[in-house]
């Protein structure tokens, strides 16, 4: 027979996260494009009296079906949890913001107070947070306890633009979750500052985000400010011997921190004796420890195995503690460890296994004096495959700017590289009355798929923005732009691609790459796209987007420019 608990049922009676009634979508795998496609969503929203969650996780939402779901989301202020993660697999970066913006207004309008909100697992990159960035500063998320940002491919802009959003309306947030996104230093930094606010943090995980040592200081500083912190989790970040220094400054003021995962962070013994004297001289309260492949020598383990073992409650407090993949000695010391930390202790990689990372000589410690080269590596330094998405975004301008010189028409090359590089009447009159063709059979040269979009679009726009000087011009730039969207076609995941160069040569979002320059007449594109946008060949997808940015940056556009949208409407509505 079960036993009765009472504290269990307390627990569960007293759970006002725990949400009993909603609507769970799970796993269906439905590729949602159209109003018509989210009738079901929309239709079970609509029947549930009480809509405490809604969860929509494993399908994928275009523009359309987000806004019927979000119609129907006006009518729930009750709504509490949205678990969202996945839920744009397959979809352009650029449908994200205009889908998620009408989800956020759908809460806003219906006086929502989210308690908590999962979007991981979906790749919108930094301009997904320009999409999220109305709601988290809405009252809708004043009352939020949980964010989980996993796995988005935020990027140090995206963490920037997050810490921004978050600043501007401060949230009391219990839980934040925001690995796997390469914030680097800059983005953490910029967290901090949010976290030093905030002060009701209760757990914190941020793994795998190339954060060094600057950054990882910042944070220790920002924990001390949220005394409940309980879960802290960095795995897989550079936090060296001085991350660790700083961190072992501040934890220890942290007195219900239970669990703490510094996993592969490349602390070194160094860095694992000024945790272990933290832990000891604090008497801190540790139940969960990694501290797995950090490169930790012998005589630092054991000094860890004692700092977490001296106080008499440690065989009953202690829960896992993984040293796996460091210098643990022979079998003795292991013996030794194992009899200290009792049944909690992981120290091998393999189950039954012990084969641990060993040094050439157990007996010499590795020499801490000297910070590894990825502790001082600065950030600017990070290689092209681990480099962030802007960064790539760069990456990319420079190799378009290489593949201009090796086309295998030398005298055509010549006369479109002028052009482009100087685009003016003339320049581009010298290519003759089929100058769309000869631009689109240069560019074709170019090899790699993103490097032919942005200069597609480049040139796209180089032709668009004289045509308040020439009409001619502008016949060309709508041309180009058949070409343009051609190209598109031509390329497997290319519609994203082709979204982010037209909003960069657009102004409607920012360059990361400083070199980038706009020569091209911005009034004269905004014309010549208020034509083409609404034609029949136009892609759906990329009008919408390029809709929802203009309308949301239209204030911060130059006046002559802003002038030019008044009179295309179709710049800013969707045509009937």
């Given at each position: 027979?079960?036993?009765?608990?009472?504290?269990?049922?307390?627990?569960?009676?007293?759970?006002?996260?725990?949400?009993?009634?909603?609507?769970?979508?799970?796993?269906?795998?439905?590729?949602?494009?159209?109003?018509?496609?989210?009738?079901?969503?929309?239709?079970?929203?609509?029947?549930?009296?009480?809509?405490?969650?809604?969860?929509?996780?494993?399908?994928?939402?275009?523009?359309?079906?987000?806004?019927?779901?979000?119609?129907?989301?006006?009518?729930?202020?009750?709504?509490?949890?949205?678990?969202?993660?996945?839920?744009?697999?397959?979809?352009m970066k650029s449908e994200i913001?205009?889908?998620?913006?009408?989800?956020?207004?759908?809460?806003?309008?219906?006086?929502?107070?989210?308690?908590?909100?999962?979007?991981?697992?979906?790749?919108?990159?930094?301009?997904?947070?320009?999409?999220?960035?109305?709601?988290?500063?809405?009252?809708?998320?004043?009352?939020?306890?949980?964010?989980?940002?996993?796995?988005?491919?935020?990027?140090?802009?995206?963490?920037?633009?997050?810490?921004?959003?978050?600043?501007?309306?401060?949230?009391?947030?219990?839980?934040?979750?925001?690995?796997?996104?390469?914030?680097?230093?800059?983005?953490?930094?910029?967290?901090?500052?949010?976290?030093?606010q905030m002060g009701t943090l209760e757990e914190?995980?941020?793994?795998?985000?190339?954060?060094?040592?600057?950054?990882?200081?910042?944070?220790?500083?920002?924990?001390?400010?949220?005394?409940?912190?309980?879960?802290?989790?960095?795995?897989?970040?550079?936090?060296?011997?001085?991350?660790?220094?700083?961190?072992?400054?501040?934890?220890?003021?942290?007195?219900?921190?239970?669990?703490?995962?510094?996993?592969?962070?490349?602390?070194?013994?160094?860095?694992?004796?000024?945790?272990?004297?933290?832990?000891?001289?604090?008497?801190?309260?540790?139940?969960?420890?990694?501290?797995?492949?950090?490169?930790?020598?012998?005589?630092?383990?054991?000094?860890?195995?004692?700092?977490?073992?001296?106080?008499?409650?440690?065989?009953?407090?202690?829960?896992?503690?993984?040293?796996?993949?460091?210098?643990?000695?022979?079998?003795?010391?292991?013996?030794?460890?194992?009899?200290?930390?009792?049944?909690?202790?992981?120290?091998?990689?393999?189950?039954?296994?012990?084969?641990?990372?060993?040094?050439?000589?157990?007996?010499?410690?590795?020499?801490?004096?000297?910070?590894?080269?990825?502790?001082?590596?600065?950030?600017?330094?990070?290689?092209?495959?681990?480099?962030?998405?802007?960064?790539?975004?760069?990456?990319?301008?420079?190799?378009?700017?290489?593949?201009?010189?090796?086309?295998?028409?030398?005298?055509?090359?010549?006369?479109?590289?002028?052009?482009?590089?100087?685009?003016?009447?003339?320049?581009?009159?010298?290519?003759?009355?089929?100058?769309?063709?000869?631009?689109?059979?240069?560019?074709?040269?170019?090899?790699?798929?993103?490097?032919?979009?942005?200069?597609?679009?480049?040139?796209?726009?180089?032709?668009?923005?004289?045509?308040?000087?020439?009409?001619?011009?502008?016949?060309?730039?709508?041309?180009?732009?058949?070409?343009?969207?051609?190209?598109?076609?031509?390329?497997?995941?290319?519609?994203?691609?082709?979204?982010?160069?037209?909003?960069?040569?657009?102004?409607?979002?920012?360059?990361?790459?400083?070199?980038?320059?706009?020569?091209?007449?911005?009034?004269?594109?905004?014309?010549?796209?208020?034509?083409?946008?609404?034609?029949?060949?136009?892609?759906?997808?990329?009008?919408?987007?390029?809709?929802?940015?203009?309308?949301?940056?239209?204030?911060?556009?130059?006046?002559?420019?802003?002038?030019?949208?008044?009179?295309?409407?179709?710049?800013?509505?969707?045509?009937?």
């Amino acid at each position: 027979m079960s036993s009765f608990d009472l504290n269990s049922i307390n627990t569960a009676l007293n759970d006002t996260g725990r949400a009993s009634s909603g609507v769970d979508f799970s796993g269906k795998s439905l590729k949602l494009d159209t109003e018509a496609d989210a009738k079901p969503i929309v239709d079970a929203i609509n029947q549930c009296s009480d809509l405490q969650f809604l969860t929509l996780t494993g399908n994928t939402l275009g523009v359309a079906a987000a806004q019927a779901i979000a119609k129907a989301l006006e009518k729930h202020p009750e709504l509490k949890i949205c678990r969202w993660s996945d839920m744009f697999t397959g979809r352009m970066k650029s449908e994200i913001p205009p889908a998620l913006k009408a989800l956020g207004d759908g809460m806003i309008a219906a006086g929502a107070r989210l308690a908590v909100l999962d979007l991981s697992d979906n790749a919108f990159g930094p301009i997904g947070v320009e999409g999220l960035a109305k709601l988290l500063q809405s009252e809708a998320c004043s009352q939020l306890q949980e964010l989980r940002l996993n796995n988005n491919g935020l990027g140090i802009t995206g963490g920037k633009l997050l810490a921004k959003a978050l600043s501007a309306n401060p949230i009391k947030l219990k839980v934040f979750i925001a690995g796997r996104n390469r914030l680097e230093n800059d983005g953490a930094i910029a967290l901090a500052k949010v976290f030093q606010q905030m002060g009701t943090l209760e757990e914190i995980a941020m793994p795998q985000n190339g954060i060094y040592h600057p950054g990882v200081t910042a944070l220790a500083a920002s924990f001390r400010h949220n005394p409940q912190l309980a879960c802290l989790n960095l795995n897989d970040n550079t936090i060296g011997p001085k991350g660790a220094a700083a961190l072992a400054t501040d934890i220890p003021q942290l007195k219900n921190l239970r669990s703490i995962n510094f996993g592969d962070c490349l602390l070194k013994s160094k860095g694992a004796i000024a945790l272990a004297k933290a832990f000891k001289d604090n008497a801190m309260q540790i139940e969960s420890l990694d501290l797995s492949h950090n490169e930790i020598g012998r005589e630092a383990c054991m000094e860890l195995v004692d700092s977490i073992t001296v106080l008499p409650d440690s065989g009953d407090r202690l829960t896992r503690v993984v040293l796996a993949g460091n210098s643990l000695g022979g079998a003795a010391n292991k013996k030794t460890m194992r009899d200290k930390l009792g049944g909690c202790a992981e120290l091998s990689d393999g189950e039954g296994s012990d084969d641990d990372y060993e040094t050439d000589s157990d007996d010499e410690e590795e020499d801490d004096d000297e910070e590894t080269d990825d502790d001082e590596k600065s950030d600017g330094e990070a290689s092209e495959d681990s480099a962030t998405e802007d960064a790539q975004h760069t990456l990319i301008d420079n190799k378009f700017a290489e593949s201009l010189d090796t086309s295998d028409v030398e005298e055509v090359a010549t006369d479109v590289g002028r052009f482009l590089s100087n685009p003016t009447v003339e320049n581009l009159k010298v290519l003759g009355p089929n100058a769309a063709e000869v631009i689109d059979t240069h560019l074709q040269s170019i090899k790699d798929p993103e490097s032919q979009i942005v200069a597609y679009v480049e040139a796209t726009m180089s032709a668009a923005g004289l045509s308040p000087a020439c009409a001619a011009c502008g016949d060309i730039a709508r041309d180009m732009y058949r070409g343009l969207l051609a190209a598109a076609q031509r390329h497997h995941a290319a519609a994203w691609m082709l979204a982010n160069a037209m909003l960069r040569a657009l102004t409607l979002i920012k360059s990361e790459n400083k070199s980038y320059q706009i020569r091209w007449h911005l009034p004269g594109c905004y014309a010549v796209l208020g034509e083409v946008i609404s034609q029949p060949y136009f892609p759906a997808a990329l009008r919408d987007t390029l809709q929802f940015f203009i309308r949301s940056k239209l204030p911060s556009l130059p006046e002559e420019t802003r002038q030019v949208v008044a009179k295309c409407p179709h710049l800013t509505t969707t045509r009937t």
